[in-house]
C-alpha cells in the first residue's frame, strides 16, 4: 500500500469518529520532520506520521516526535498493521471511536497531556472551564 492511500484511510476513519484532521504532509508550509497528521478530538488530541511496512523514519522525524513527547505532546508513528510506536496494536476492525480511546489510553501511560492526565493532576479540562459567551459586537 502507498502511503499516500493509507493516509486517505487514516484520515477517513478519524473523521468518522468526529475528529478534525490536519494533513501536514504536503502543505506548502510544512517544515521537514512534522508528522503527516494532526488530530484534535475531545477523546484524543496528538501527531500521527504514518508509515507504510517498509517505510523508515528520517532523523528530522525521529527528532520531532522525540521533541513532541519532551514537552509532553502525545506523536506516535502509525505502521498500516496497526502498530503504534513499536508497542501498541490498534485492531484495524475496530470502529473509528475504538481507535481514538485506544491512543488516549497509550497517552495518559506516558503522562503525555490528554484530558485525562489534566484531571489527575487538578488542571482545568474544557468540561470544567467557564462557558464562554461572545459578546455582540
Do not use: I
Request: overall charge positive; proline content about 7%.
Amino acid at each position: 500500500m502507498r502511503e499516500s492511500h493509507f493516509q486517505s484511510l487514516v484520515r477517513k476513519r478519524f473523521v468518522g469518529a468526529g475528529a478534525l484532521v490536519f494533513n501536514v504532509h504536503g502543505h506548502a508550509m510544512q517544515e521537514p520532520g512534522w508528522p503527516d497528521l494532526q488530530v484534535y478530538s475531545p477523546l484524543w488530541c496528538g501527531h500521527l506520521e504514518l508509515k507504510t511496512m517498509n517505510g523508515k523514519l528520517s532523523v528530522l522525524q525521529e527528532r520531532r516526535l522525540v521533541q513532541l513527547k519532551r514537552v509532553r505532546f502525545p506523536a506516535f508513528v502509525l505502521r498500516e498493521d496497526g502498530l503504534v510506536d513499536g508497542s501498541l496494536q490498534l485492531d484495524m476492525a475496530h470502529d473509528d471511536r475504538m481507535w481514538l480511546d485506544e491512543l488516549r489510553r497509550y497517552s495518559d501511560s506516558m503522562y503525555l497531556l490528554t484530558s485525562t492526565w489534566l484531571r489527575n493532576v487538578g488542571l482545568p479540562t474544557l468540561s470544567q472551564s467557564p462557558s464562554f459567551t461572545p459578546k455582540p459586537p
